[in-house]
Nanobody
Framework: QLQLVESGGGLVQPGGSLRLSCAASGFTLNAYVIAWFRQAPGKEREGVSCISNISGSTNYADSVKGRFTISRDYAKNTVYLQMNSLNPEDSAVYYC?????????????????WGKGTLVTVSS
């Protein structure tokens, strides 16, 4: 069974950091474009960051640029989202998703698999 499982969410104070993990079972993440999305209550889901399966290029939403970093650990079949300088507006359920299409520049649509999400709450 093909699954994506997110972990690493939790409660953090403003200015703090979290590292989210996206682990795969049943397939190799390295062959997929991986994207992180988030959805806050009452808001639409938005693409946060993605990483290509061809070039390794990355993309970030303007709201997280300079604060978040996406990376792959090939040995662990895991993709990470390092989140620094968190603020309350970053509070949301964060999802990872995988797209099997070869892509030099990753995009935030056409995902084949989704995880169930991990909750991030930024509050003092």
């Amino acid at each position: 069974q093909l699954q994506l499982v997110e972990s690493g969410g939790g409660l953090v104070q403003p200015g703090g950091s979290l590292r989210l993990s996206c682990a795969a079972s049943g397939f190799t993440l390295n062959a997929y474009v991986i994207a992180w999305f988030r959805q806050a209550p009452g808001k639409e889901r938005e693409g946060v960051s993605c990483i290509s399966n061809i070039s390794g290029s990355t993309n970030y939403a303007d709201s997280v640029k300079g604060r978040f970093t996406i990376s792959r650990d090939y040995a662990k079949n895991t993709v990470y989202l390092q989140m620094n300088s968190l603020n309350p507006e970053d509070s949301a359920v964060y999802y990872c998703a995988a797209d099997r299409r070869p892509s030099t520049n990753c995009v935030y649509y056409g995902m084949d698999y989704w995880g169930k999400g991990t909750l991030v709450t930024v509050s003092s």
